[in-house]
């Protein structure tokens, strides 16, 4: 049974994009799009994504993905956060942070009225003592995997990112001669312990594993785990020639439209 639509949160798309049937809907993304992270730059998050936060542990999620993949790197499918999803950082983590740097401010100037009273030469004089900037801790970056269908080389591949706090790695499978055809996906994650198992499903053979991510469930808390689908088109090659002498838009103006059926969560 598809999953509710209220508990979803609209990324990157307006808040009333959430489909009202989560069974069977379309992402649309528009060139140079990408949900990608690449140091020292960090974070790119400009993907269309729909997400939701789970009341239960996370056990699986699962969906098939099609549309008309036309330019290299157009993809869509399934993505797992474990924290805040990039650019989504909670309010009480924001807030906790201002409390910690505000006290952390004020222990500093206490510190150092009293340094400068206690701190003298050895003729009795004062000695100015100016204390460090008070430290201010860093946002906290999520890890996160995503796998579907991606468009490379003229051929549809399965995909698979997994991201850590120092960046992202990236690898395509080649799909089955009987199904390097098709221009559809079925795609699942899985959790088992404190590894992520990621498959594809082959139309004659049945799940095939494509990777385990062994730590991506190590120190993370239920509660943290958000879990969606996403689309991207990271490719934007600009203005073609036949576009400017003809004035009108081409595929690489147009946005990619990636449908979404039977998307279960679990």
């Known amino acids: 049974m598809p999953p509710d639509r209220n508990s979803f949160t609209a990324l990157n798309i307006p808040n009333d994009a959430v489909p009202e049937w989560m069974g069977s809907f379309t992402l649309s993304a528009p060139p ?7 140091p020292p730059s960090r974070d790119t998050s400009t993907a269309p994504i729909l ?50 740097a505000a ?36 946002a906290p970056v999520s890890k996160w995997v995503k796998v579907g269908l991606e ?32 221009l559809d996906l079925r795609v699942k994650i899985e959790r088992i312990g404190y590894a992520l198992w990621v498959w594809y499903e082959d139309a004659v053979s049945g799940w095939k594993k494509l990777r385990e ?21 990271p490719a934007n090659f600009g203005t073609t020639v036949f576009e400017r002498r003809n004035g009108g838009p081409s595929v690489t103006h147009r946005n990619l439209c990636v449908d979404f059926e039977a998307l279960e969560i679990f």
């Open 32 to 38: 140079n799009t990408d949900l990608w992270r690449k």
């Open 213 to 233: 991510v062994t730590w991506f469930f190590w120190g993370v808390e239920d509660k943290q785990v958000r879990v969606g689908v996403y689309a991207s088109r």
């Open 103 to 138: 006290t952390a401010i004020q222990t500093t100037q206490t510190q150092t009225q009293t340094q400068s009273q206690t701190q003298t030469t050895a003729t009795g004089v004062a000695v100015p003592h100016d204390a460090p900037p008070a430290y201010l801790p860093p």
């Open 51 to 100: 997400y939701t936060a789970l009341r239960s542990p996370f056990i699986a999620a699962e969906v098939t993905v099609s549309a008309d993949w036309e330019l290299e790197w157009d993809q869509g499918g399934l993505v797992i956060f474990a924290g805040a999803p990039p650019g989504r950082i909670s309010a009480q983590t924001t807030a906790s942070s201002a409390v910690d």
């Open 151 to 182: 468009f490379c080389n003229n051929a549809c591949h399965a995909t698979s990112v997994c991201a850590t706090s120092d960046g992202a790695d990236w690898a395509l499978t080649a799909l089955p001669p009987h199904h390097a055809r098709r």
